[in-house]
């Protein structure tokens, strides 16, 4: 389950990367009005990979602290 975690955590940060990139050209190229609502999806990917990020650390801090209450109640 953790290289799963890590793999799907890497893939929100390169989905919020390139939709940042696609979605900057296309800005550029066909103009700012059309293509700036967007950046909806650069925000939610980046926002869903800090998300992944901080519920992997609280999972494993939350692993550590059962792993001494069980060695407490040994």
Known sequence: METY???MRFFWLGMAIASFVIITYFCI???YKTWVYYYVFTFISLLMFLMKTWMMRRMKHHLKYLEEQQNNAD
């Open 5 to 7: 975690n890590k793999i």
């Open 29 to 31: 190229v066909q103009g």
